[in-house]
């Protein structure tokens, strides 16, 4: 939101300079030099997260001969010490609903704004043009002022009035303090923002007269503009099925600020959950988000049973690249679309059957988990087949390469291995990972250095994600009976000797030329840039014995209980604490596997119209039980149970009225009458032709016998 002073740290500065920094290339605040010769700047108001260009000028914009970066963060992650606070938040979001009036009240940290008297304005948020065409644009805009040159005391209340239009037409927006002597809505100044909220308490007059009547209303016009906008929900991900899943697919879901289980379950939106996540990606056309949220028993919360439900949402709330235009600009375009429709059809009415409509609950039908590999201790590795073996090379290796389906980008992580020293700081013949750099698709790449300890690697690779990965985690198979396939083409089984694993270390290794890792000690220098990828001369333990008479038998039994990497890495390095260290990211590991178990889910069984069902889990073995209103009779199965093959038992369940049951019965006996008499009089008619025939016959015969007896005379 901007208004933030922040310091330019490691340099000094002129007390004649002036100070101008530039954000984007074209954005401008101005800054100054304090008394200890420190440069100051003041962030700007932004529609964007992330990483933002930075230029810095001592000769008032004349030259930028200073560069760097500044992180733009959502609002809400943004320190609430640097806020100021809306006491009792409720109350300002339902202000002019039934019982909900009187004072507000507005407190602030007094020495985060160095003045005497502070301007109290209302901004608000807005955006305008046609969904999704270059017309779309969202803005922050100055509305008012509550109050100009108020005491700079830490506290403000105010009786809020009915705002006048156009004003009232801004629904969404924050409060922001200023300094007595900064003009009404001056842009890129220092300040202090309330967090984002709906601005109920300075809706229009009809708000208060009838907050219910005027939501409603609201709330159609909400539902007939999403009739017409593209269905976003059809390029949206599944859910997972279980708490579990969702907590351990840490790369494609991360916990939902306002829904966390780590700090109580205050699930203000979603009663009756316990955690929800978001997706950490928008979709890829419409930028929007996917939510799921659990209950306390890990079972996923549909809308279609709960107003707990986990919702979707048409802007994703974190926005995504390349912001700045709707439905990307990171908090604000889903404020509008999801959140204030959220007031509309659910808070200030009772009308939640229009939000639901639009914005339903994934079940998990299509969820996959991802694979998990990890290598840990000596290093112990295992790959994402779930095979297991231990390789302590010495040098730089290929951990995973691997492209993302339909595209030309290229994940790759190396892994450099180190000499290890025992407690009593003696070189032992093993190495393990100290230094890891990871090379993501889009070109970015982070590197990671251990420091004086082991190093942990666990890599979740989704398996919608890579095509083929390959290096020391094995090569992604397609058929569960395959063996795991190494880069130079030998296939081992999961029983290999340590010592195969470590021949094929040559062919792990890295080269300089395709080398991720940085150089910048002499010691990195000799030991690696100069020096062989796969050191040669490095014999590593390849096995331990277990010596009960041994010094560490007795404790490292306690602490490794039979497990043998635990065991293996406490012997040869003679230190408990690496043993504990092995021990605890082998019992992660363990977790992490077991969490994200495939699930099969048979999707959600809605009930019948007319009736009701008993059940609300649709994962396999569960069963719904349905039943129908009094005056209706059940068509169907009453009892569907979710199948191993993902297909619900039986047949689909109606619910049908006993009139229409009795009409459709007698029109049946009526049609039954009529083929029944149908066929009688067809019979008769038959019979009467037939008896009508002999007759004919008869008396033809007779003509004849007459006709011979007069001859015969």
């Known amino acids: 939101m901007g208004g933030e002073d922040f310091v330019i740290v490691n340099a000094t500065f002129n007390a004649q300079d002036k100070i101008i920094c530039k954000f984007k290339s074209d954005i401008c605040t101005n800054g100054y030099v304090d008394a200890e010769h420190r440069a100051h700047c003041i962030s700007p108001l932004l529609y964007e997260n992330g990483r933002i260009q930075f230029e810095l000028s001592t000769d008032n914009g004349t030259t930028f001969n200073r560069r760097g970066t500044w992180v733009s963060v959502h609002h809400s992650k943004f320190s609430s010490l640097k806020k100021s606070t809306l006491v009792n938040a409720t109350k300002w979001q339902y202000y002019g609903t039934p019982n909900v009036s009187g004072d507000l009240t507005l407190v602030w940290n007094t020495s985060l704004i160095s003045a005497t008297s502070v301007n109290i304005e209302v901004w608000g948020y807005q955006e305008t043009g046609t969904p999704y065409s270059e017309s779309w644009e969202g803005n922050w805009t100055y509305l008012y002022s509550l109050e100009k040159a108020a005491p700079n005391s830490g506290i403000f209340k105010f009786t809020p009035q009915p705002a006048k239009k156009p004003y009232s037409e801004w629904e969404i927006g924050m409060l922001r303090l200023t300094t007595e002597n900064q003009s009404d809505g001056a842009v890129n100044v220092k300040a202090l923002w309330s967090p984002s909220h709906a601005l109920a308490w300075h809706l229009e007059e009809r708000f208060r007269e009838d907050s219910a009547a ?6 159609l016009a909400w539902h007939k503009t999403e009739e017409t906008l593209p269905n976003f929900l059809l390029e949206i991900a599944d859910c997972p099925c279980t708490l579990a899943q969702s907590r351990a697919d840490s790369g494609r879901f991360h916990t939902d600020y306002g829904c966390d289980i780590e700090k109580g379950s205050k699930c203000t939106y979603h009663p009756g959950a316990a955690h929800c996540v978001r997706a950490i990606q928008a979709s890829p056309k419409y930028g929007a988000g996917q939510q799921c949220c659990y209950d306390a028993q890990g079972r996923q919360i549909l809308t279609g049973d709960s107003i707990g439900g986990s919702t979707p949402d048409r ?40 939000y639901f409509l639009h914005r339903p609950s994934s079940d998990c039908t299509t969820y996959r988990p991802p694979k998990a590999g990890t290598t840990f201790g000596d290093p112990h590795f295992f790959t994402f087949d779930g095979a297991n073996f231990t390789f302590n090379g010495r040098g730089e290796y290929t951990l995973v390469t691997g492209e993302r389906n339909g595209t030309n980008g290229v994940l790759e992580i190396q892994g450099r291995t180190e000499q290890v020293k025992n407690i009593n700081g003696v070189f032992v013949y093993s190495a393990t990972p100290q230094n890891v750099t990871v090379m993501f698709p889009s070109g970015a790449g982070v590197e990671t ?30 058929s569960p009976d395959d063996d795991f396939t190494f880069r130079n083409g030998s296939v081992l089984a999961a029983d290999a ?18 080398s991720l890792f940085t150089y910048d000690s002499q010691f990195l220098l000799d030991n690696y840039l100069h020096a062989p990828k796969h050191h040669p001369d490095f014999t590593p333990v390849f096995s331990v014995t277990v010596d009960p008479a041994g010094p560490l038998y007795a404790e490292m039994s306690a602490l490794c209980q039979g497990n043998r990497f635990c065991q293996f890495d406490t012997l040869v390095t003679e230190d408990l604490q690496v043993g504990h260290a092995t021990m605890v990211s082998y019992e992660s590991y363990m977790k992490l596997v077991e969490s994200l178990e495939p699930v099969i889910s048979c999707g959600f069984l809605d009930e019948p119209k007319n009736g009701a069902k008993k059940g609300d889990l649709y994962l396999v073995g569960a069963s719904v039980n349905f039943t129908c209103s009094q005056g209706h009779v059940l068509s169907g199965s009453a009892r569907r149970t979710c199948l191993p093959s993902g297909q619900w038992s039986g047949q689909p369940t109606f619910c049908i009225s006993e009139n229409i049951l ?6 049946l006996l009526a049609v039954f009458s009529l083929v029944v008499i149908g066929v009688i009089l067809f019979v008769n008619e038959k019979r009467l032709k037939l008896r009508k025939a002999k007759m004919a016959a008869t008396s033809h015969e007779y003509q004849n016998t007459n006709t011979e007896k007069t001859e015969n005379m």
């Open 214 to 219: 005027w939501a409603y209303q609201k709330c």
């Open 315 to 354: 802007g994703h709330d974190w926005g995504s690249p390349p912001y700045e235009k709707p439905p990307r600009v990171p908090g604000f375009s889903h404020g509008l679309y999801d959140v204030m429709s959220f007031y509309y059809c659910c808070l200030w009415s009772d009308n939640c059957q229009y």
């Open 449 to 478: 250095r251990a420091r004086g300890a082991l190093l942990s690697i666990t890599v979740l690779l989704p398996d919608t994600f890579m095509n083929w990965t390959e290096g020391l985690f094995g090569v992604m198979s397609n």
């Open 497 to 514: 000797s340590p010592e195969m694993f470590y021949e094929l270390g040559t062919s792990w290794a890295i080269e300089n030329k395709s």
């Open 662 to 667: 009795g009409i459709v019965l007698g029109t």
